[in-house]
């Protein structure tokens, strides 16, 4: 009983020390969490105005794989054979949240396959794409991934109010090396340059280091906004030497809003195209007289709204929006009348290209294909090819044949059986058309091709 005291006074002891150890331990993760905020406090400090617009604008960079197909002569045969062989890397960027991705022609020429990698994501699986337009003039090219997203996009910016000197970053995969990123500043505007035997005009000359599989990939402002596709450099070495090219955006641009038609890309159209008037605002510009929109009251020149009354002002986003409405069949469109905002649903329908073609000219034609031009022996790599004269036609008068390969109307490329369209429904019945076109010629040497022109009265 006597111990009792001194029992209780040790226990006091005890308890009081272990409680200072529970008071210590608790401390210890406090001063663990300072540590980490602290870590964390000194990351963001290193964050820097390129780390910001990378994190943002990487995952929509792209690379691009492409197989061509060769024909190889066998060591033991005489007989050639068509076999697969790695073609091009390069890199593309994302422009609509279902696959679409922008590249430069050069990337894809020539591909029997084209596959692209989501690098800029860390997902190295390959997503077969297509090949849906291409314009050679500006190196660009138009593809459509197989899995149909949705994807990452990029900001589009403006290339019209860049200045020498400011901060621009490239995102691309060289030498197939994927989400790669540099920088540099604009060194120059409106550079004309040859690259390859062609000529082009109004680039963007950086010093950002670009080098092979680069071509097709991002080339961002500060603020991580796309304001040009890199597209070639300049070297004495082979490699990277200072000198970079990109295409403005505002040519991808106008590419956009050409290739990503639904005529185009759907086979589908409205029968209206929508242009930039005074100001930047959009406004109806054509409307063809053989389709949908012809039936409505729709005028050339009217503002094109939205549903609050405010114009609108992006000719891509706009675009995009068309595209997007051809599932739901048609696209609902707000214009500014005298007696305010008005709604019109203007319907999508077939393309009457065929039809038009057949009543118009008496011609029947067929894009050129890969096939076709190894059968035929052209080099053209766009145009129509003709299959049928109609007797008694604007075409049979002026002498056209099945084969010929008709290339230019009107001073403008032919790609696509939709130009054709284009063309003649701009044409007044009784109005002539300017045809260029090639026609194979047999000798006894072989086979030549001769360039024609022709001057075709519509019916």
Not at 118 to 126: A, F, Q, S, V
Not at 185 to 193: M, Q
Not at 281 to 297: D, F, H, N, W
Request: proline share 5%.
């Amino acid at each position: 009983m006597h111990f009792i005291p001194a029992m209780t006074t040790l226990n006091r002891t005890a308890l009081t020390s272990l409680a200072l150890g529970l008071v210590c331990l608790a401390a210890a993760p406090v001063r663990a969490d300072d540590g980490a905020d602290e870590k964390r406090r000194k990351r963001e400090m290193r964050r820097t105005p390129v780390v910001t617009a990378v994190e943002h604008s990487a995952p929509s960079v792209v690379s691009i794989g492409t197989t061509r197909l060769m024909r190889v002569r066998r060591f033991w045969e005489w007989d050639f054979i068509v076999q697969e062989r790695p073609g091009a890397l390069g890199s593309g960027v994302i422009v609509h949240p279902r696959g679409y991705v922008i590249t430069n022609a050069h990337v894809i020429n020539q591909a029997a396959q084209i596959a692209v990698k989501l690098t800029g994501m860390g997902d190295d699986r390959e997503i077969p794409a297509e090949l849906l337009a291409v314009d050679l003039e500006h190196d660009l090219a138009l593809l459509r991934m197989s899995e149909p997203g949705p994807y990452p996009v990029a900001d589009f910016g403006s290339s019209d109010d860049l200045m020498v000197g400011e901060t621009v970053i490239a995102l691309g995969s060289p030498f197939g090396l994927g989400r790669t990123v540099t920088t540099g500043v604009i060194s120059a505007l409106k550079r004309d340059v040859r690259i390859r035997d062609q000529s082009f005009e109004g680039l963007i000359q950086t010093d950002a280091a670009v080098n092979q599989g680069n071509s097709g990939g991002a080339l961002l402002n500060i603020v991580g906004e796309l304001i040009g596709v890199n597209s070639a450099i300049f070297s004495l070495s082979g490699g990277y030497d200072g000198i970079s090219f990109a295409i403005p955006v505002a040519t991808v641009r106008e590419f956009l809003v050409e290739a990503m038609r639904p005529r185009r890309i759907a086979g589908r159209w409205l029968g209206v195209e929508f242009e930039e008037g005074p100001g930047g605002r959009l406004q109806i510009g054509t409307v063809y007289p053989v389709s949908p929109a012809a039936k409505l009251e729709l005028e050339r020149g009217m503002l094109v709204t939205d549903a609050d009354g405010k114009p609108r002002r992006d000719l891509v986003t706009l675009t995009f929006e068309v595209l997007d409405a051809v599932e739901s069949g048609a696209y609902e469109l707000y214009t500014r009348r005298a007696d305010g905002t008005k709604k019109t649903s203007i319907p999508f329908d077939a393309l009457p290209t065929h039809k038009l073609a057949w009543e118009r000219l008496g011609l029947t034609l067929l894009e050129v294909t890969p096939d076709i031009t190894e059968k035929t022996g052209y080099r053209e790599r766009a145009g129509l090819v003709v299959q049928k004269v109609r007797a008694d036609s604007p075409a049979a008068r002026v002498g056209f044949e099945r084969g010929d390969l008709i290339t230019h109307m009107d001073e403008s490329a032919l790609r696509s059986l939709e130009d054709v369209l284009v063309g003649v429904q701009l044409t007044p019945a009784g109005e002539a058309l300017e045809m260029q076109f090639v026609r194979p010629q047999r000798t006894k040497s072989g086979v030549s091709y001769e360039r024609w022109k022709a001057r075709l009265v519509t019916d």
